[in-house]
């Protein structure tokens, strides 16, 4: 009899995380290493933000909190959402959660029955097939095409739906593309939902607040009059707001799943940590200058970057309009070998010999869905990206 459960052994571990966590430690030990792996932003948490939750601390804020959120911080999100999606909601149409992964496990958690469909457009965040499959779901890919931005067409969701569909996946602005869809593009999408009723929506728009482009930003639940009950939004501060250690994400969506929600994380992890919660007020009701002074560094670094990758020889690379993401297509690389003699036959053993010849990590698409792909993470500083991307450019040259 196996030790562990069939279901964490058919796991695998998020390579995202692996990666991070690898350059971590080879710089520990004293390695050069320059990381375009971290998906976190490489800025520190606004101050008030800080003082917020150290100020709860001290008044003694340290017993049990509601499950869902404090009155005050579900308010907050609410009204972030009424000021920038035009949404009328109130806090029973919000659940905080132990950041957006929990939000988004519970999501698939209490709209899924096991051998339901989720639709999933590649490439994706390692993180939803897993969870989706943790949950019992099936995954059904729909592939896009770089020459399209990796973006899905309502003909390819038409295409993709069965009777046995329940969930569509939405991320916009993309990890790990880097793309974001247009308001039109999303509409359109909506447009799809709103004639299968039987479909749900899950809508990770964490990277909402990080676009580049001067494109409005259209929210799913707000494209269509009729579907905005069948979507989940996932949304949290990790990004925007530089506070991925801080474990907050949150999830909008009708009262009757936002209770179904909390059901569960009452099981699971109870609320978030309570002297946490005037930091979520705090973040969306305070100075936003911080987040926009951090956008504009992005936006710096998506345009520098693309001018680098883009200069490669075959190289093709979707300009990067949103998250902190490039992903360009290597495959021309493929079946050359690198100085020390490592074969190049796929994405990771790219990943694994630029980490080992040149001390750069960067993350293989094969578990994003896009094995032809790598993805490089510019959330580090501008410096490091061009010592990096000299490196990168430098390995590439000297496959033969
Ligand atoms: N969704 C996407 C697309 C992400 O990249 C991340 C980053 N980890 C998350 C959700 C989860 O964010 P959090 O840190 O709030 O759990
Ligand atoms: N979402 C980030 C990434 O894709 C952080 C790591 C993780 O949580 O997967 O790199």
Not at 337 to 359: F, H, N, R, T, Y
Not at 382 to 388: A, H, K, P, T, V
């Amino acid at each position: 009899m196996a030790r562990l459960a069939d279901r964490i052994s058919r796991l695998k571990d998020s390579s995202t995380l692996a990666v991070t966590a690898k350059a971590k430690a080879l710089k520990a030990a004293g390695a050069d290493v320059i990381s375009f792996g971290a998906g976190e932003p490489d800025f520190a948490t606004p101050a008030h933000i800080v003082e917020a939750a150290c100020k709860a601390l001290r008044e003694g804020k340290t017993r049990y909190e509601n499950t869902a959120g404090t009155p005050e911080a579900r308010k907050a999100v609410a009204q972030y959402f009424q000021d920038r999606f035009q949404r009328q909601i109130g806090p029973e149409n919000v659940i905080i959660s132990t950041g957006a992964k929990q939000a988004l496990y519970l999501a698939f958690l209490t709209l899924m029955n096991p051998g339901q469909e989720l639709l999933l457009p590649a490439p994706y965040w390692v993180t939803y097939p897993a969870q989706a499959t943790m949950a019992g779901g099936k995954i059904k890919v729909i592939e896009t095409d770089v020459a399209n931005d990796f973006k899905v067409t309502p003909e390819l969701l038409e295409a993709a739906i069965t009777p046995e569909s329940r969930l569509f996946l939405f991320c916009s602005p993309s990890n790990p593309a880097g793309i974001s869809y247009t308001a039109q593009e999303t509409k359109a999408l909506a447009e799809v939902i709103a004639r299968h009723p039987q479909l749900y929506v899950i809508s990770d728009e964490i990277y909402e607040r990080l676009r580049y482009t001067d494109e409005p930003y259209l929210s799913f639940a707000q494209a269509h009059p009729e579907i905005a009950d069948r979507v989940v939004t996932i949304n949290g501060l990790s990004k925007a707001y530089a506070m991925t250690g801080w474990r907050i994400g949150y999830a909008v969506a009708a009262p009757d799943i936002i209770k179904a929600m909390t059901k569960l994380q009452g099981h699971m992890s109870s609320s978030i940590t309570s002297f946490n919660m005037p930091a979520v007020v705090a973040a969306l009701e305070g100075p936003q200058e911080p987040v926009e002074k951090m956008v504009a560094e992005f936006a710096k670094r998506a345009e520098y970057i693309y001018k680098r990758l883009t200069a490669i020889p075959n190289l093709r690379c979707p300009r990067p309009t949103g998250a902190f993401y490039a992903f360009p297509d290597v495959s021309a690389y493929f079946g050359l070998v690198d100085p020390q003699g490592q074969a190049i036959d796929s994405a990771a053993s790219l990943a694994s010999g630029l980490l080992e010849a040149e001390k750069v990590a960067i993350v293989a698409g094969e578990d994003f869905g896009a094995p032809n792909h790598v993805r490089l993470s510019f959330a580090t500083s501008m410096e490091l990206i061009e010592r990096g991307l000299d490196r990168f450019s430098n390995y590439l040259a000297s496959l033969r």
